[in-house]
């Protein structure tokens, strides 16, 4: 157990359908990270969240968005869903400071299934 | 931005041959290389990491080299068991703060 936790396990539902995907960081790490990864594929980064403030953008579609609230859980909300947003979607989190050296721990997934 | 590539994506090799797989990065700022394993379904996990300042690095029958003038990196897995047939990520990282750029992914497949 990592200690990030992601919360649905799994989620189905339809295209055209709004989710919402929960994450919670392990206690005290400050940077939010979420990946897509489709089936068979590698892990496509979406986004970073810092201290509640977005650091970095990947291939991340202008349907998706995410925050980062002030206790430091992190949502990756997705719209419009379509049948290729199938996918499992990860949460990662990483102490920062000094060192660059920060393990990144990543959470169970969420499996996201549109029909 | 930094750009990591990965090779071989697939990989096979016999019980206890051993097993590299290699990673070029673009971004010479880039400070800290780490490896991740995993299982079908599963979520990535740690299993090496080196910083820009070491050569080398072994735990147990894993090891990680590091040439910074080429910047290329590369898994080493001596006496390869079948628990060992997964999916491997390489990944680079600049700074602290910063994202992790991923490699596309090795499936290894150990067999028996």
């Known amino acids: 157990d990592s200690g990030v936790t992601q919360t649905p396990k799994h989620l189905i539902t339809a295209t055209g359908q709004r989710v919402t995907l929960r994450c919670s960081p392990r206690?005290?790490?400050?940077?939010v990270y979420w990946y897509q990864q489709s089936l068979d594929q590698g892990l496509q980064f979406l986004i970073q969240?810092?201290?509640?403030?977005?650091?970095a953008k990947g291939n991340i579609l202008e349907r998706f968005s995410a925050q980062q609230f002030p206790d430091l859980h992190s949502e990756l909300n997705l719209s419009s869903l379509e049948l290729g947003d199938s996918a499992l979607y990860f949460c990662?989190?990483?102490?920062?400071?000094?060192?660059?050296?920060?393990?990144?721990?990543f959470g169970p997934g969420t499996r996201l299934t549109v029909t | 931005g930094e750009n990591v590539e990965q090779h071989p994506s697939t990989l096979s090799v016999q019980e206890g041959d051993s097993a590299v797989i290699k990673c070029t990065y673009s971004d010479s700022a880039s400070n800290y290389f780490p490896w991740y394993k995993q299982e079908l379904g599963k979520r990535p996990q740690l299993i090496i990491d080196i910083r820009s300042n070491v050569g080398e690095k072994k735990d147990q029958r894993i090891a990680v080299t590091l040439n910074k003038t080429a910047k290329h990196f590369s898994l080493h897995i001596t006496e390869t068991q079948p628990e060992d047939s997964a999916v491997y990520f390489c990944a680079a990282r600049r700074n602290t703060g910063n994202q992790f750029y991923f490699g596309t992914g090795t499936s290894l497949t150990v067999i028996p």
């Open positions: 969240y810092y201290n509640g403030e977005e650091r």
């Open positions: 990662a989190s990483s102490e920062e400071g000094v060192s660059p050296t920060y393990e990144q721990y």
């Open positions: 206690s005290g790490d400050l940077s």
